[in-house]
């Protein structure tokens, strides 16, 4: 008995083995196929259909600004030729029920000067009529129209007050501005056009400013390398147009003390920032011989705006260490709106488009 008990456990053993090899894994395949089916029968019922805008702001990950990228991708440049601008005569007016807001900044400078602080100078500006873009005829390089109008300062902080309430009730944003249709909006409400330049030194470190707490607007924050406004009495010789390479070169000089002779430099994108309406031409500057300990030492000797800048990072120019430095919990709630998009873009054009996208992927992943 013993022996026939053997030898039915060998023979229910090779049946086992036999059943494992011909059926198991043929049902394990099919469970597989049935359960992923059923997977994405379940997720298809949740799909509904839907619309959005095509125009989103800037973000990346946590990271969500109001910069909205209007033209430009960051890998090619836009020429100096390719961009066209034209100065109204006529000078804003801000309408009726908000020029009292325009008196009360010109009280509050009066106001400083009698107690001997720093009065608010009301600098001639530009306010942007309008932004258009349009592509050449033979190989549809881009094109940008610029139509500018004369303001001042006091102007400029008088719009501001977006959310502040009219007499009606309204607010300036609610009455004047359509969250659907970013690009329009009167030229009242964008009395700013500034340029944003990302640097990078001869030793591939990434120069990151924070603003000063002496400035009146956006104290504190995390900026681009140089900030500077279109001055309608600087940057306009007699009555021609401004040059916005030109205006770029001067705050390279009054923020940084650099030379055009020593950087390279190249426009990447117009962007806007729709929440305060300020537009913005996004320039990389390469320094050419100038490493960070050079640029500091070259700073330490005198810079013309020292005052607008409190701190200076210098971060290595690598994408991963970049992505990673603008979601720091220290500073993805600190920027400067614009700011993000510019060090993206300079990243962009000097890495490529795929290999900052898969470095952000990963850099998220880790987050």
């Known amino acids: ?159 501001q007050q977006l959310d502040r309430r009219l007499a009606d009730g309204t607010t300036p944003r609610s009455r004047y501005l359509d969250p659907d249709q970013p690009l329009h909006a009167p030229a009242f409400l964008q009395c700013s056009f500034a340029i944003n330049v990302a640097v990078v030194t001869a030793d591939d470190m990434l120069v990151v400013s924070q603003r000063s707490d002496r400035v009146r607007m956006a104290p504190g924050v995390w900026n681009s390398s140089v900030n500077e406004g279109m001055s309608r009495h600087i940057d306009s010789s007699g009555r021609s147009a401004p040059d916005l390479h030109a205006v770029a070169r001067r705050g390279m000089r009054e923020e940084l003390s650099a030379e055009p002779n020593e950087y390279s430099l190249e426009l990447l994108a117009f962007v806007l920032d729709v929440d305060k309406r300020h537009w913005s031409a996004h320039f990389y500057a390469r320094l050419k011989d100038l490493t960070r300990e050079g640029l500091q030492a070259r700073m330490s000797r005198g810079v013309a705006d020292r005052w607008e800048h409190q701190t200076i990072d210098y971060v290595p120019f690598r994408p991963a260490t970049v992505l990673k430095y603008l979601l720091r919990a220290d500073r993805i709630h600190r920027w400067a709106p614009l700011a993000p998009a510019l060090f993206h873009l300079a990243l962009v054009h000097v890495y490529s488009r795929t290999t900052v996208e898969r470095a952000g992927v990963q850099v998220l992943r880790r987050m």
């Open 1 to 159: 008995m013993g022996g026939i008990d053997v030898a039915n456990g060998v023979v229910g053993a090779m049946l086992g083995m036999l059943f494992a090899v011909l059926f198991q894994q043929p049902l394990q395949n099919s469970w597989y196929r049935l359960r992923t089916r059923s997977t994405r029968a379940v997720r298809s019922l949740r799909l509904r259909e839907e619309s959005g805008p095509a125009w989103r702001t800037f973000s990346l990950g946590p990271l969500h600004t109001s910069a909205l990228v209007v033209e430009g991708d960051g890998e090619s440049s836009v020429p100096a030729d390719a961009i066209y601008i034209q100065v109204l005569d006529e000078e804003i007016e801000l309408p009726s029920d908000m020029v009292g807001w325009r008196a009360e900044v010109e009280a509050e400078s009066a106001r400083l000067r009698e107690e001997g602080r720093t009065p608010l100078w009301n600098g001639p500006r530009y306010a942007v009529e309008s932004f258009d873009v349009s592509r050449t005829a033979l190989d549809e390089q881009p094109e940008a129209h610029l139509r500018l109008r004369p303001t001042d300062y006091y102007t400029f902080l008088a719009a």
